[in-house]
T-cell receptor
Framework: AQSVSQHNHHVILSEAASLELGCNYS??????LFWYVQYPGQHLQLLLK??????LVKGIKGFEAEFINSKFSFNLRKPSVQWSDTAEYFC??????????FGTGTRLLVSP | DAGITQSPRYKITETGRQVTLMCHQT?????MFWYRQDLGHGLRLIYY???????DKGEVPDGYVVSRSKTENFPLTLESATRSQTSVYFC?????????????FGPGTRLTVT
């Protein structure tokens, strides 16, 4: 079955630290990958997505992710986090018929 | 541009009662989805709909019923609420054209079953 694994459930960083959140997927078809962010008390918003082409994808708010097919990974990165990046981050893979399968999420707390 | 709205935003109900959560989108997107969000499980798909009058089960459909008589509305009904259905429910929509697969989410409904 298709699945997405996010091994970091909770991450605590200080402002200006670098961020890398892991995402591994298990899916046999054409891979379309997403990172969504959920700020406290808000709905999910798209950060970035990968469809094809350049495996390094740039998203909003300085986030980027690298698609490494040989490792089945799509890790999210940001060189320098801010307090406002405190949120929950979800990785997702498209599995057909417009459906997405989401990982369990990573809660990021950035201390000022 | 209202996007996706959900109502109510908060609901407390008792075990055994029927509850309907409403979802309305203004984009005329073909696809609509219902998810529940629980700690440790992330988002799990309950039901989805490809168009009016076309619905299908997701990962966790038991205890839920959906309908879609109009493109813009996709209500979710808990026929006889149980404590295990206490959760945050998100509605989402997606447009088939362009094959972007991106889903747009509503603000969520926090449901507590006592």
């Amino acid at each position: 079955a298709q699945s997405v694994s996010q091994h970091n459930h909770h991450v605590i960083l200080s402002e200006a630290a670098s961020l890398e959140l892991g995402c591994n997927y298990s899916y046999g078809g054409t891979v379309n990958l997403f990172w969504y962010v959920q700020y406290p008390g808000q709905h999910l918003q798209l950060l970035l997505k990968y469809f094809s082409g350049d495996p390094l994808v740039k998203g909003i708010k300085g986030f980027e992710a690298e698609f490494i097919n040989s490792k089945f990974s799509f890790n999210l990165r940001k060189p320098s986090v801010q307090w406002s990046d405190t949120a929950e981050y979800f990785c997702a893979v498209h599995t057909g018929f417009q459906k997405l399968v989401f990982g369990t999420g990573t809660r990021l707390l950035v201390s000022p | 541009d209202a996007g996706i709205t959900q109502s109510p935003r908060y609901k407390i109900t008792e075990t055994g009662r029927q509850v309907t959560l409403m979802c309305h989108q203004t984009w005329s997107h073909s696809y609509m989805f219902w998810y529940r969000q629980d700690l440790g499980h992330g988002l799990r798909l309950i039901y989805y709909s490809a168009a009016a009058d076309i619905t299908d089960k997701g990962e966790v459909p038991d205890g839920y019923v959906v309908s879609r008589s109009k493109t813009e509305n996709f209500p979710l009904t808990l026929e006889s609420a149980t404590r295990s259905q206490t959760s945050v429910y998100f509605c989402a929509s997606s447009e088939l054209a362009g094959a972007t697969y991106e889903q747009y989410f509503g603000p969520g409904t926090r449901l507590t079953v006592t």
